[in-house]
Nanobody
Framework: VQLQASGGGLVQARGSLRLSCAAY????????MGWIRQAPGKEREFVSV?????????NYADSVKGRFTISKDNAKNTVYLQMNSLKPEDTAVYYC??????????????????WGQGTQVTVSS
């Protein structure tokens, strides 16, 4: 299984970025997909998740609600994270995650689940 994240970069505050994560080697429709991030010197934290069923029910960390939008394209085995109104505190490495249990992504419990390699997002003030 491979999760390839892309789309990170350097952006000014209030700018936008769109992250993508292409999944290979897993049955994409059977997995909850999400994003977790880790800022320098901090613990990994949940950002967003989209469920495999129910038409793709999404959930967000309070810190990104109203600014970030998660979506997926089952035909392309790809999950996206549209990030608007970026803030310097959003600076982190963003990891794509795939898990059978949606709660695992929300709890950042990735034992037995799948991670991508991460993509750096840097927001300047």
């Amino acid at each position: 299984v491979q999760l390839q994240a892309s789309g990170g970069g350097l952006v000014q505050a209030r700018g936008s970025l769109r992250l993508s994560c292409a999944a290979y080697g897993l049955t994409f429709r059977s997995y909850n997909m999400g994003w977790i991030r880790q800022a320098p010197g901090k613990e990994r934290e949940f950002v967003s998740v989209i469920s495999w069923g129910g038409g793709g029910v999404s959930n967000y960390a309070d810190s990104v609600k109203g600014r970030f939008t998660i979506s997926k394209d089952n035909a392309k085995n790809t999950v996206y994270l549209q990030m608007n109104s970026l803030k310097p505190e959003d600076t982190a490495v963003y990891y794509c995650a795939a898990a059978i249990k949606l709660q695992d992504i929300m709890a950042v419990n990735m034992a037995g689940n799948y991670w991508g390699q991460g993509t750096q997002v840097t927001v300047s003030s």
